[in-house]
């Protein structure tokens, strides 16, 4: 039952590295993805999403760690149709039609789907004769998930599929992906757009510097930022006995700031204001936006990582 | 399990196509890929023929003919220069697909390296024999004589020559990151076919030029096609040119190509 392609997971990445001169771009991932999954790889530009999907795809190679996906390489899935992208840096001739540039592309699968089917799931049937170079960034967007939806592969890998996209845009090409993963079809897309990981996914992988900063549910995710912030001026501030009040997820010391993320606000007040010296002490409440940038931003990885990452989190 | 998985085909059965991609499909859109392309097929069909009508006016002269560079000769000379705009041309495409992004697209695909090469110096080829036939067209019509077999022979070999320059298209495709390669290329294929001898003898060139002949990659794909009609002597270094150019080129095309791949 293991050996059969069917049962393994759609996608196993573990400690996988891949670095750029001096870049970590990729600095340890482990990731598992069942079929079936809709998920989203959630970060700011630089964060690692491209880099990972491509090793997903076969596109480049991990310096360290494994990546299997549907229990075997990248490139033997791709050979067989099993994976499929919409990238947002794969190119079209523009001096081919709509159709051709779907058959010349389902003429290197073993067993495409056909090729009107595709055109009219992809919503690109009236664009069928026009020359690639003449359709829009949308439309061109719409041919390359035609190009995708071919193989009828497992996975499909989406890597900021609605850069560029007006609002309209973006919302019919969603739920021309939605409608087409309702029959079970495995999708990873990577975005920037915090809505369009809360819509369309129903898991949330964030990264950040390349690294899983959280992963879970779109809920749980959102409820990494459901807590408050306390921040206070305190000399000599023991992480430790911060770290295992109840309810705090981070603590962070900076000089003789402390910054603690939690749940229960009212309870490190409490402590800080009755068993410590410290002072200035201010609460604040974040919503998901600053989840996110808190998550995501350039600064030192806070200690909700290794928990967060794990997806006990919530 | 297979509930959750989409399609007609289940996962275990599926298969990577065979002869990694290739096949006539592919083939038929490049060919019409190419015809689209205008300036492409006017310029490897009209340049040739051209190149031949002013020659035909200096054969006039009697310059030529007095030194046994019969009209036959310069038609061959010629047509192995259609062949090899051509097939460089036509191999030199592949730098339009890097730069939108094609290669790339492909690579997403099942389709092998090896299987888009070969379709890539196909339609070179293609090309490539196209030039020659319109070139001996107009030969016959301007009444060039030679015996049936050697029109053959000759059109054959120096069709043959579209492999050698094939091979160079794509190394310089991969090369030059242009959507203008050819024009970079056109005075370099110049070079190779004045000091090659395509369309004068070598003995008229200066001396130092003559030196070099011999090193030019068309050397000995003329000298070879040309031979089945002036006879003589075979020169095994005509051929060596050939092995050696061809190899030389494909294995520089090979080599970016491979970087171009682990670039990602």
């Known amino acids: 039952m293991a050996d059969e392609p069917g049962s393994a997971a759609a996608i196993d990445l573990h400690n996988v590295h891949r670095t750029f001169g001096a870049i970590r771009a990729v600095d340890g991932i482990d990731l598992h993805l069942e079929l079936g999954e809709i998920a989203a790889l959630l970060g700011p530009n630089g964060a690692g999403k491209t880099t990972t999907i491509d090793m997903i795809l076969g596109l480049g190679r991990p310096d360290q760690g494994s990546v299997s996906v549907l229990g075997m390489s990248p490139s033997a899935a791709v050979s067989r149709g099993l994976v499929s992208a919409v990238m947002q840096t794969g190119g079209l001739l523009k001096d081919l039609t709509v159709r051709e540039t779907v058959r010349l592309t389902a003429s290197l699968y073993a067993e495409p789907r056909p090729v009107d089917d595709v055109l009219d799931r992809a919503g690109i049937t009236h664009l069928a004769n026009r020359l690639v170079g003449k359709c829009s960034g949308g439309e061109q967007q719409r041919v390359r998930f035609a190009l995708a939806l071919l193989p009828d592969p497992a996975l499909m890998a989406l890597d900021e599929p609605t850069a560029g996209m007006d609002v309209e845009g973006r919302r019919d090409f969603w739920s021309a992906i939605r409608s087409d993963a309702e029959r079970g079809r495995t999708v990873l897309f990577a975005t920037h757009y915090l809505e369009e990981a809360d819509a369309y996914a129903d898991r949330i992988i964030l990264l950040r510097q390349g690294r899983i900063v959280a992963d879970g549910t779109a809920a749980e995710v959102r409820s990494l930022s459901s807590g408050r912030s306390v921040r206070a001026s305190l000399a000599e501030a023991d992480k430790r006995t911060l770290s295992s009040l109840p309810g705090v997820r981070s603590v962070e010391i900076r000089g003789d700031r402390v910054l603690i993320q939690t749940m229960d606000s009212d309870a490190v007040a409490r402590y800080l204001l009755t068993a410590t010296a410290a002072h200035d002490v201010e609460i604040v409440a974040h919503n998901l936006e600053d989840a996110f940038l808190a998550l995501t931003s350039d600064e030192p990885a806070p200690a909700v990582e290794s928990r967060a990452a794990d997806g006990s989190a919530a | ?264």
């Open chain 2, 1 to 264: 399990m297979s509930a959750k998985v989409p399609g007609t085909v289940p996962l275990a059965e599926r298969q990577a196509p065979p002869m990694g991609g290739f096949n006539l499909t592919f083939l038929s859109i490049e060919v019409r890929r190419l015809v689209r392309n205008r300036r492409t097929v006017m310029v490897t069909l009209v340049v040739p023929v051209v190149l031949f009508l002013l020659f035909k006016a200096n054969r006039r002269s009697g310059a030529l003919e007095g030194i046994g560079f019969t009209a036959g000769a310069t038609m061959i000379g010629i047509a192995v220069y259609g062949a090899m705009l051509a097939a460089t041309s036509g191999g030199a495409m592949v730098s339009i697909e890097r730069a939108q992004g094609w290669s790339r697209q492909l690579r997403l695909t099942p389709l092998r390296p090896a299987a888009y090469i070969a379709i890539k110096i196909l339609v070179a080829m293609l090309l490539g024999l196209t030039s020659v036939t319109v070139v001996y067209i107009f030969g016959a019509i301007d009444g060039v004589q030679m015996a049936p077999s050697t029109w053959v022979l000759t059109g054959i070999l120096a069709w043959a020559a579209s492999l050698v320059f094939a091979s160079f298209g794509l190394f310089m495709g991969y090369l030059l990151p242009s959507e203008n390669v050819m024009q970079i290329i056109s005075p370099v294929l110049g070079v190779f076919s004045l000091l090659g001898g395509l369309f004068i003898p070598i003995g008229l060139l200066p001396s130092i030029m003559q030196d070099i002949a011999p090193f030019m990659p068309t050397y000995g794909v003329a000298s070879i096609a040309r031979y089945p009609l002036v006879g003589g002597s075979f020169d095994p270094t005509w051929l060596l040119s050939v092995v050696l150019w061809t190899a030389g080129f494909a294995a520089a095309a090979m080599i970016l190509f491979r970087r171009d791949t682990r670039r990602a």
